[in-house]
């Protein structure tokens, strides 16, 4: 086997296939990455995501036999949707981040590594892979920088020079001793807008997280969000980018080369209020395809509460005092006595006050007294 002309022609074929960067690392294990690892769960600044066995997410040879290299691939997404909403006719919207535009990025990456596993199993049938996206092993990131993809940015991304950090990852593992690409020098420098601009101080220190503050991670949780985030989550119903749209790198940067990551913008900036009365199916129905409806329907409605309030929106008090009434979730009901407090109004203050006699879960209750306190001093 020529392994070059055939990492050569992998490098062709993936550009065939819509793969917008390609690399390839050696199969050994990630040193640096299981120290860094130990100490962010010390620090308990993991998120509870991630592959909890870390000899694991650091030793390809413990995922496939006898490994040679890793194939790292990124593909690029659009930061700017083609079509708009109207405004503000018809009502307060939500914001899904980028990474949950379109297709759920899952799918597409799977389906572009599977391609790749294909075109090389014709020239080389004894082949072996292991391939993944974001729910393997492997840290994605870890092997995208050694591959040479990117540099690891201060705000945690990889970085490429073509598509700042606007790429999804990811890698397979295989039996074939692809040469080597060399890593890319950290280009961060001085900067650091991504620190300054996170809203609740996640990122501690460049290139450091405490995934516990990330509002990324808030938005996917199922429980309470801490109040002291509440406010600073905003309008996000999923995920965030501040700490990418603050990149100087990634200034300009909007790529359009796949379809089916166009975001449809009733869906990416959806209406606030008929969320919170969607049904299981129509949940499904609207947002199942996309990346940010992995965690369900109510972690989404939670926000969307979250968001009115910001927004003060007293067209949503029905809907709020709804859920605060017949919720069967503490989480929706203490959510909207926080929202109904928020937006206040005669109505909403009713409300709590009804609803403080009746409730009998302590969270809840907790939620009612806090909000009816801001208006009883
Ligand atoms: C858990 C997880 C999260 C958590 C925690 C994020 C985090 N930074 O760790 C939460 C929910 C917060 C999250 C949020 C997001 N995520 Co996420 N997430 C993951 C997941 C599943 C694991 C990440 C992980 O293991 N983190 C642990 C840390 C310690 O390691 P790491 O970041 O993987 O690796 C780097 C560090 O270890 C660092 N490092 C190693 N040693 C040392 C030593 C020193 C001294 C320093 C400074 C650094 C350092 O270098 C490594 C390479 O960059 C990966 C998929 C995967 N399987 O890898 C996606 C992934 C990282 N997420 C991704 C995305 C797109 C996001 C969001 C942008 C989504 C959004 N818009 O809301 C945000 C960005 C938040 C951020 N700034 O990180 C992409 C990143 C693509 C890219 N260009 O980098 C990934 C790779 C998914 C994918 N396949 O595309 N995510």
Redesign the pocket.
């Known amino acids: 086997m020529d392994v070059n002309k055939l990492k050569a022609e992998v490098i062709a074929f993936s550009k065939e296939i819509g793969i917008d960067k390609i690399g390839f690392t050696t199969a050994d294990p990630f040193t640096?990455?299981k120290?860094?690892?130990i100490r962010?769960q010390e620090l308990g600044y993991?998120?509870g995501?991630?592959?909890p066995d870390i000899e694991k997410?650091v030793t390809p040879s413990m995922l496939l036999e006898e490994p040679l290299s890793i194939i790292s691939i990124a593909l690029a997404y659009p930061v700017k949707m083609k079509q708009r909403v109207e405004g503000r006719k018809g009502g307060r919207r939500g914001f899904f981040?980028?990474?949950s535009w379109g297709l759920d990025?899952h799918h597409i990456?799977k389906d572009r590594l599977k391609k790749l596993e294909e075109f090389i199993l014709e020239k080389v049938p004894e082949a072996r892979f292991k391939s993944?996206?974001?729910?393997?092993e492997?840290?994605?990131?870890?092997v995208?920088?050694r591959a040479g993809i990117?540099w690891?940015g201060k705000?945690?991304?990889?970085?490429t020079p073509e598509f700042g950090?606007?790429?999804?990852?990811?890698e397979m593992i295989t039996n074939i001793p692809f040469e080597p690409d060399t890593p890319m020098e950290d280009q961060c420098g001085t900067c650091t807008a991504c620190l300054d601009a996170c809203p609740t101080g996640a990122?501690v220190q460049?290139?450091?997280?405490n995934?516990q503050s990330?509002i990324?991670?808030l938005t996917?949780t199922k429980g309470f969000i801490p109040e002291e985030f509440r406010e600073k989550i905003g309008n996000r119903v999923y995920?965030?980018?501040s700490?990418?749209t603050s990149c100087p790198v990634n200034k300009g940067k909007d790529f359009h080369f796949h379809e089916e990551m166009e975001a449809d913008p009733e869906i990416a900036k959806p209406l606030l209020r008929p969320i919170l009365k969607l049904s299981n199916r129509e949940f499904k129905n609207k947002f199942g395809h996309v990346a940010g409806s992995w965690r369900g329907k109510k972690p989404i409605q939670r926000n969307a509460m979250i968001a009115l309030a910001h927004f003060k929106d007293e067209t949503a008090i029905p809907e709020l005092i709804e859920a605060l009434e017949n919720e069967a979730s503490p989480v929706m009901k203490g959510t909207a006595a926080w929202a109904l407090g928020k937006i206040g109004g005669v109505q909403a203050i009713d409300a709590l006050k009804k609803a403080k006699e009746l409730e009998t879960h302590p969270d809840v209750q907790k939620e009612i007294e806090n909000s009816l306190s801001r208006y009883t001093s």
């Open positions: 640096e990455l120290g860094r690892l962010q993991q998120s995501f991630e592959e997410r981040s980028r990474a990025y990456l993944m996206v974001d729910t393997g492997l840290s994605d990131r870890a995208a920088e990117g690891s705000n945690c991304a990889i970085i950090s606007y790429v999804y990852l990811g990122l460049g290139g450091q997280i995934a990330c990324a991670y996917q995920g965030c980018d700490c990418q």
